[in-house]
């Protein structure tokens, strides 16, 4: 029943930036661990961050440097700010709410590309 939307998707240039927001339709991220995921064509979905609420994070390696992933509990929502983006950082970016259930949401498009 609680859904997450995603945004900010798009086309971006090798080196550039772009920010991705997710929004809850209920409050939920008072006892939630938010996180963003992403699946590459052929590929299967990975980690790429998560958030505590007490806003403890984690990268996967590939990502650590170049993206930053924040919340704002007050309004339910979490964003990764991405820099320095690559080829390989293209792909669909799911939002995720995880405590003892898991809620997705639909994925916003990320290609980076000249």
């Known amino acids: 029943q609680v859904q997450l939307v995603e945004s900010g998707g798009g086309l971006v240039q090798p080196g550039g930036s772009l920010e991705l927001s997710c929004a809850a339709s209920?409050?939920?991220?008072?006892?939630?661990?938010m996180g963003w995921y992403r699946q590459a064509p052929g590929k299967q979905r990975e980690l790429v961050a998560t958030?505590?609420?007490?806003?403890?994070?984690n990268y996967a390696n590939s990502v650590k440097g170049r993206f930053t992933i924040s919340r704002d509990n007050a309004k339910n929502t979490v964003t990764l700010q991405m820099n320095s983006l690559k080829p390989e950082d293209t792909a669909v970016y799911y939002c995720n709410a995880r405590r003892i259930e898991e809620y997705w949401g639909k994925g916003t498009l990320v290609t980076v590309s000249s």
């Open positions: 209920e409050s939920i991220f008072r006892i939630y661990t």
């Open positions: 958030i505590t609420t007490p806003g403890n994070t």
